[in-house]
């Protein structure tokens, strides 16, 4: 490939991938440098964006590889399918057989989204969004049990590498929760500076859940 960056000069970043130096085409106006400097640094951010999701996929196959995880799997499996897939009245809702397609991934949306934007709203509104952000915080905590029940069904469908990922997928979403309703608690006694930590804490660790559910 070539170096995404236009100032001539190898990138050491794009030197390790084994990129060549590529010029900025002569006689280019300013806006016209401008708008290669963006695409440049839009191709970085992509090989960037790549590294790290191929780091989430080398976590995921060693998750799947670690059989130090069977017993504690093997009895969340047994007792997901005991109590939420056996009965044939919840396999139909919990698995979303009424629905025509595994309920669990279609209402994380809900949990996910509210989340997402109580974040964004209280990072670019502040104090002046702060009872959206409450209101969005407690949707999305609330829509999580559900979620997280729907899920634990699905666990008890699983087998092997998949009970596995499974496990510490519902784990770290779990933790993902803590995070959201202490940040939710903190936010409404007005210790914004905490909550926001709490916040930020809460997406990564459920992007990566969200990242091994889908795995």
Do not use: N
């Not at 590889?65 to 396999?91: C, K, M, N, Q, T």
């Amino acid at each position: 490939g070539s170096c995404p960056h236009a100032t001539g000069a190898v990138h050491t970043e794009c030197r390790s991938r084994g990129a060549g130096p590529v010029a900025t085409p002569a006689g280019l106006s300013p806006p016209g440098r401008r708008v290669v400097d963006w695409l440049s640094d839009t191709r970085l951010g992509q090989h960037r964006l790549e590294d790290d999701m191929s780091l989430l996929e080398s976590y995921a196959r060693r998750i799947e590889e670690f059989d130090g995880l069977d017993p504690l799997a093997r009895f969340a499996r047994s007792s997901a399918h005991d109590r939420l897939v056996a009965p044939p009245a919840l396999d139909e809702v919990l698995g979303g057989g009424w629905l025509g397609h595994r309920l669990h991934p279609v209402a994380a949306q809900v949990p996910m989204g509210a989340w997402t934007m109580a974040v964004l709203l209280d990072l670019v509104g502040r104090e002046k969004h702060a009872a959206a952000v409450d209101a969005l915080l407690a949707t999305g905590c609330l829509a999580a049990l559900p979620t997280a029940l729907a899920g634990v069904h699905d666990l008890g469908t699983t087998s092997g590498r998949e009970t596995r990922v499974a496990l510490v997928h519902a784990g770290t979403m779990d933790l993902a929760l803590g995070l959201f309703v202490v940040a939710w608690i903190k936010h409404r006694r007005g210790q914004r500076r905490t909550a926001r930590r709490l916040l930020l804490a809460g997406v990564v660790t459920a992007g990566v859940g969200a990242h091994l559910g889908g795995h």
